[in-house]
């Protein structure tokens, strides 16, 4: 990021629960930088503990050593209800006993502004998220999308410097989904406020993202834009984690040379020394089906896409290969084909 | 849905409504003929005498020599300490039961079950017995007096035999008919909707005010009907705690049905009790009809 100031600022965080020897730690020493009016997103399978440094910094959970600053001032000692960040959750948690308008209102009145006031902000609030005709129904009278829009009219109404978002559209089918995430973005937009988003759902995180920090076991494995992290995984997990990809395991044969346990030997810059274990992840685009390339494979299954064709290949030592093709001068099944990998498009990992 | 004959309606309906006709309009409309009766000679009720309200106005009024009425505010006390202690109770019971059974929600399984277990012990036990068992722990000579004796510097505290100590009794019988239906209300309760309140600004305070007194509210007027009722209507904890001295309603209807022989007099203030639980039953009922009218 430039010159623009830290929206957030998560200095050597570490969290555990439990005590003693049945202590999990949750986050080891994570430490990140989020710009202001930023989309930023916490990406990892269940368990990688993105949503424990989500409430950290909501404030709902406690950290056992390092700090969170926000726009340069700490606030991890801070309850949450003084802390300059709203959260939408992902089962919504609106109030069932209050009607939309006044679930939007809570906050303001919180905040003690006049009625008017809050009535205007509010009124505002639901109009940004076009549910303002819903004002006076209860939230078990809306359908799941409406409620999302409630959630995000509700945390967005006392305008917070973060907005937090816990898996928020987890719960809505895809349809839906793909509409929410189009008005999330523009809502990001509109409001000018930095999103922290929490997801497992890759494609989402790289559908909104400006950047994307991919968590496992804890740490943050790598911190990119959604393109640097899809075309230049740093690490085995991240790789296999976003999208589709090919991982093959292998040996370094000499300068510039892995020998694959299939038994072809292809060209890939390797950092690693001869005769280490390696392996070598290519995106199913990426290769190609050419006369006389390096991998030979035998065609086992194509899936019709209708913009490109799936083939499921299976190498010499048995290993599945997924290329995506074009659709035109296809192998048919069961064919002997060989394969293209170039270098620019490959990934090599210590194994 | 298809059409049910109106016999067919009656036949399936029938046995209930008798049921309640037999073992609950049968015995109410005895007790209010009753109450209307003099006094026998022998037994509690002279069942050949004219029917009057003279039972109901010698609850207000007492006959003088020469036939004027003349207020008596004895009955009127009584009835009165009665209401009081029955609605200090339910709101002292909401007071403690509303935290315990919001802690007993936050339980683990097992430990919610234990608590609910832990709660209803006391019912394994008499009444009465439960009742003695605070006159020992209150009494003149026990730890608790002897203790507030030595802290509190203004002069002896009296424990026993006294509106204290039936409130004492009465919120302790009770307290478990709050907790209940608190707690199964909140048994199932959302915390994060808590988190949801912190996060959008609200204090402990405002919190609890504004989330999570408004989802209790259902328990706490169950638990409420649950409390105040029997409260209204109790005789063994003003008896015992009481001392005999400080009375209720209850042990005034006692009072008329055993050692004055008086049964229509005992009847007369039955039916004014009854009546007063029906006043609150519709107050509440009325109060739960406007709530869902503003929503």
Known sequence: MSSAPSAITVQSVSKSFGRGDAAIRVLRDVSVDIGAREFFTLLGPSGCGKTTLLRLIAGFEDLDSGAILIEGARI????????????????????????VAQNVAFALEMQNFSAAEVRRRAGEALEMVRMGAFAGRKPSELSGGQQQRVALARALAPRPKVLLLDEPLSALDLKLRKEMQIELKQLQAEAGITFVFVTHDQEEALTLSDRI????????????????????????????F???????????????????????????????????????????????????????????????????????????NGAPFLLRAATANLPEIGAQVTLDLPPDALQVFAA | MSATSPFRRAGLVGPALLVVLVLIGVPLGIMAWVSLLGRGATIG??????????????????????????????????????????????????GLGLPVALWMSSLSRGARDMAVLLITIPFWTNLLVRNYAWLIILREDGLVSQTANAIWPFGPVQLLYNDAAILIGLVYSFLPFMILPIYAGFEKFDWRLL?????????????????????????????????FIPSLGSFVTAAILGGGKSMMMGNLIQLQFGQSRNWPFGAAISVVLLALMMLVLMGIALWKTRQEAKR
């Open chain 1, 76 to 99: 991890d000692h801070l309850p949450p209800f003084q802390r300059p960040v709203n959260t939408v959750f992902q089962s919504y948690a609106l109030f069932p006993h209050l009607t």
């Open chain 1, 213 to 240: 920090a991919v968590m496992q076991g804890g740490r943050i494995l790598q911190l990119d834009t959604p393109r640097a992290i899809y075309e230049r995984p740093a690490h085995r997990f991240v790789a296999d």
């Open chain 1, 242 to 316: 976003i999208g589709e990809i090919n991982l093959l395991d292998g040996q370094v044969a000499g300068p510039g040379k892995v020998r694959l346990d299939c038994g072809a030997e292809i060209a890939a810059g390797a950092d690693q020394g001869t005769g280490a274990r390696v392996t070598v992840a290519i995106r199913p685009e990426r290769a190609t089906l050419s006369q006389g390339g390096a991998l030979p494979a035998e065609v086992t299954h194509a899936a019709y896409l209708g913009t490109a064709t799936i083939l499921q290949l299976r190498l010499a």
């Open chain 2, 45 to 94: 009720v002279d069942w050949t005498s004219a029917p009057s309200f003279a039972n109901y106005t010698k609850l207000v009024w007492e006959e003088d020599f020469d036939g004027t009425l003349l207020f008596n505010p004895t009955y009127l006390s009584i009835l009165w300490r009665s209401v009081w202690q029955a609605a200090a109770t339910t709101a002292i019971c909401v």
């Open chain 2, 195 to 227: 988190e949801a309140a912190y996060d959008l600004g609200a204090n402990r305070r405002r919190a609890l005010t504004r989330v999570i007194v408004p989802l209790a509210m259902p328990g706490i007027i169950a638990g409420s009907m649950l409390v």
